[in-house]
């Protein structure tokens, strides 16, 4: 695999990354719910925690928004390609987070039909310009050097 083809796949993951950080902030969200409901129940003081949990709630939000944002980018490139073998392979791999075991079996192909049909869409599809591609970097909004 070539230098590109990585590059573009940790391109293409920013969505499972950014969908991991949803999850688990909801998993801390759901966590300080519990805090709280407790706390309440006890005739605590919940303000701090409660301010806490604002901001929690706040940043779930704007994470959820992020990723929304990086999936439609994601899909829309993978959509420009011309072949609609390498589109189906790249949606489930990249949006659908499936193996390429599951994909062969879907596509009635053998796993190794899918490794090479991935690498030949990996060499097609186009970024979009500008596009910063960096292992450190996994969002469009922190610069990096490519």
């Known amino acids: 695999m070539t230098e590109l083809q990585k590059k573009k796949?940790?391109?293409l993951t920013r969505a499972k990354?950014?969908?991991?950080?949803l999850n688990a902030l909801s998993a801390v969200r759901k966590h300080d719910e519990q805090l709280l409901a407790e706390l309440n129940y006890f005739g605590e003081d919940t303000t701090v925690l409660s301010a806490q949990f604002t901001?929690?709630?706040?940043?779930?939000?704007?994470q959820l928004h992020t990723l929304l944002a990086l999936r439609e980018e994601i899909r829309n490139t993978i959509l420009s390609l011309?072949?609609?073998q390498m589109q189906t392979i790249l949606l489930r791999k990249y949006l659908s987070y499936?193996?390429?075991e599951k994909i062969a079996d879907a596509m009635f192909y053998d796993v190794r039909t899918i490794q090479?049909?991935?690498?030949q869409a990996l060499?097609?599809?186009?970024?979009?310009?500008?596009?910063?591609?960096?292992?450190t970097t996994i969002f469009p909004n922190i610069s990096c050097e490519n």
């Open 116 to 119: 090479r049909k991935h690498k």
């Open 55 to 62: 901001d929690i709630l706040t940043q779930t939000e704007a």
């Open 9 to 11: 796949i940790l391109w």
């Open 82 to 84: 011309p072949d609609l």
């Open 123 to 135: 060499d097609q599809i186009s970024l979009p310009a500008g596009t910063c591609i960096s292992e």
């Open 17 to 21: 990354l950014a969908e991991q950080k």
């Open 98 to 100: 499936e193996t390429n």
